[in-house]
């Protein structure tokens, strides 16, 4: 721990750290082209830090809650490898950067095989949930059991008015998926009954403890650090947490691992999941978003925390 942060508790860190950063809201925009992520407060912030053992502590609106967005990737991701080799996986979804943006058509365009280029891109996920057996309410159940064992939260719900949102304004995801379809990468016949179950998952309620232990749970080795109990597999974890350096990002995923170095997964909705070293899970919450779709001032939470904790990998 750097010397600023033995001169004052974790918890009085913390608290500057959110109000330090709290200007950079005005930076970002909320999400409009989904109409619920448009109610948000744009100057809300928040952010939790969780220990290995369980300990945390939260400044700012981190009781807020937001919907987990994008960073329900990861807990598809996850759900996947439980399923099968990644090797098997990597047949129809590869895991490499993109410079595209989250809902590109063209990455799918361009490869060979029409392949989505990573797990966190919104036609990654897709593909993930394809993936898995059973039927689609079955997979559902999978996914959501999974996301309730990393957060410590058997309590999840789903905001069913950000589903409805999601739903009415998911035609660019439509596009994709019905593509997918037409070149063999998803199996699912019925997209609209797989794009409800994908919406839905995006439309679960977090708060920043939540994410904090997510990401807590991701670096020690898939057991909670509040239940004690195993949520995911060691390889699992190893797995996700590697793709999210190079690609948790979306495409501000390498300026992200200069600044901060920590891997991260984000949402539109504001969400920052981020593993610092093997020491703390970290989850912020800001909903003004930047030109990448990020929390503006969520980013800067994590850079400072990093400096501060010496959190960085690199």
């Known amino acids: 721990m750097q010397k600023s942060a033995t001169m004052r508790s974790m918890q009085e860190l913390l608290e500057h750290i959110v109000e330090e950063c709290r200007p950079f809201t005005a930076e970002g925009k909320l999400a409009a082209y989904i109409p619920r992520l448009a109610e948000a407060d744009p100057h809300q912030l928040g952010a939790y830090i969780m220990d290995l053992e369980g300990r945390g502590c939260g400044a700012g609106e981190w009781q807020r809650k937001i919907t987990i967005q994008s960073i329900v ?8 490898l439980s399923e099968m080799p990644l090797t098997q996986i990597t047949r129809f979804l590869s895991l490499n950067a993109t410079a595209e943006s989250f809902n590109s058509l063209s990455d799918l365009e361009k490869q060979n095989e029409h392949k989505p280029l990573n797990p966190y891109i919104n036609s990654g996920a897709m593909v993930g949930i394809s993936l898995l057996s059973g039927r689609l309410e079955q997979r559902w159940e999978k996914i959501f059991g999974l996301l ?44 609209e009954a797989m794009l409800d179950v994908y919406f839905r998952l995006c439309s679960v309620e977090v708060d920043c403890k939540d994410l904090a232990c997510f990401a807590a749970t991701l670096i020690n080795g898939g057991i909670n650090p509040l239940t004690k109990k195993e949520a995911a ?8 947490r590697s793709v999210m350096v190079s690609c948790g990002m979306y495409n501000q995923s390498g300026e992200f691992l200069v600044n901060a170095a920590m891997p991260a997964k984000s949402g539109v909705g504001g969400g920052i999941m981020a593993t610092g070293r093997r020491r703390y899970g970290l ?3 800001g909903p003004a978003v930047n030109q990448y779709s990020n929390s503006a001032a969520g980013i800067r939470v994590l850079e400072r925390l990093s400096q501060e904790l010496d959190l960085g990998i690199i």
Request: include cysteine; charged fraction near 25%.
């Open 283 to 285: 989850g912020v919450a």
């Open 233 to 240: 597999s060691p390889e699992a974890c190893r797995i996700a």
């Open 73 to 80: 990737k990861v807990a598809v991701f996850m759900a996947a």
């Open 148 to 191: 309730q064992r990393v957060t410590g939260n058997n309590e999840l719900t789903v905001d069913e008015a950000a589903f409805s949102s999601e739903k009415a304004t998911g035609n660019r995801n439509r596009a994709i998926a019905y593509f997918m379809l037409s070149t063999n990468v998803i199996k699912d016949k019925d997209v």
